[in-house]
DNA sequence: CCCCTGTACTTTGTATACATTATTCATTAT
DNA sequence: ATAATGAATAATGTATACAAAGTACAGGGG
């Protein structure tokens, strides 16, 4: 209850940006809990400003698809159900299967080196066991596929959807048991690249997508 | 300059979304046009509304991609360059494709029916000429094949795809020589969604998209 | 005992006031 | 003449005040 929010002054930026960006890192790392309600006045309070860069944040908050606000009741942290996530990845495996096949493509020879840099970053942190290490380096990874596809709109949506699907998947990446098949997977869509071969990028990236959704199911399931 | 924006109140909607319906339809009508700045007191005024529900407003414009804002500088409508257009398109492309896929599975027999009627209205508005109820009459035999994808989500953002291209897409409609190839493809379309042969919808859609991205794209070049 | 209602309280919705930053344009120095 | 400067203006950013709606709970009547 007594969250522990801080906000990151860093930035020159407004506050309802500030805001936005300290409530989203807050429901991505599950400080913020489904259903949990967002109530202007205590959220103001603990993050020392007013209601109205609050409402606003929550405004942006609710077309990123992490809030949901019902009139005159008030906002709350958006409850993710199994067939919403299905729903989400449904979408999510054609737009990243459009990413790599613009990215193979469009990838440059720097950005496959950046790349093959990041697959053996993935690949330490599997060993080192951290999490959240783990996590970081496999979005890196990605998101040289996503910048490759020089798409800023459709990085955009992709990075829309990841942030949705992130609190379930890290569930996915705690189990040892998946990460052969993670390096396997990341090396088969490496290897399309490298050789721009559209229909092995498309084969690999559906695979991998299609494993991660599996895996992501089952831990809603558990949850829920 | 001096537009001529009224709400209508008709709806027990807070005002935010009632600003933020009246603008949305005024930029997709053309009535703002890309570029023109959103002052949200000059905004106010002509509402009848403060500056609280105009920013709220503005800030979901903003995440509909039909608004940019510039901190400290205040928000303009989107201006949609031919790169930022042909980014949109490659999207759509692929999510109208998804879409039409997954209603090829799940389309019921109820919704073939429907999407008949649209057919046979769409045909009809045709031979009217009225360019609006041309428009109306596709986005409803669209509708029709975004529901059956049972996919709120992803319909979404169909929708939002679609307003970003409307504005230009109604030039498209204006030029009768593209009439017959309409017809023809959404009779494709519409038969493959019948035979639930996906590939069939996959190739109906894909030259769909393809034919009117060309348009599109034209149409800004002359423009631009 | 249950339901209904009224009141106090909490929360959101909207308006407005104040603070800060950007822009404009006239003025001045080079 | 042009560029730099600075005050005036206008816009956004933020806070606060007020209005209205929703919620919870106690007390009274059926």
């Known amino acids: ?27 991505l790392k599950g400080d ?15 993050l020392g400003v007013s209601r109205t860069p609050i409402r606003e944040a929550i405004r942006m908050l ?3 698809g992490l809030a949901v606000t019902v009139p005159r009741k008030g906002a709350e942290v958006a409850k993710m159900t199994l067939k919403g996530m299905e729903d989400v990845l449904e979408i999510r495996e054609a737009l990243d299967i459009l990413a790599c096949q613009l990215a193979c493509d469009r990838i440059t020879e ?29 979005v890196e990874f990605h998101d040289v596929i996503y910048d490759a596809t ?26 040892e048991e998946n990460y052969p098949t993670l390096i396997k997977e990341h090396n088969a869509i490496y290897d399309s690249l490298v050789n721009r071969n559209q229909d092995g990028a ?22 829920g």
């Open 110 to 138: 720097e950005q496959l080196t950046v790349l093959a840099e990041k697959k053996k970053a993935f690949e330490d942190s599997l060993k080192s066991g951290n999490v959240k290490a783990i996590a970081e380096t496999d």
């Open 62 to 64: 609710e077309q990123e």
């Open 32 to 46: 913020l809990k489904p259903g949990e309600r967002l109530m202007e006045l205590q959220l103001a309070a603990q």
């Open 150 to 175: 020089n798409n800023p709109k459709l990085v955009n949506m992709l990075n829309n959807l990841r942030e949705q699907i992130y609190r379930y998947r890290v569930e996915y990446l705690k189990r």
């Open 1 to 27: 209850m007594t969250e522990d929010l801080k906000l990151n002054m860093d930035a020159f930026l407004p506050l309802r940006d500030v805001v936005f960006n300290t409530l989203r890192e807050a429901i």
């Open 202 to 223: 498309t084969a690999s990236i559906r695979e991998h997508v299609k494993n991660q959704a599996i895996a992501v199911k089952e831990v809603i399931i558990q949850q």
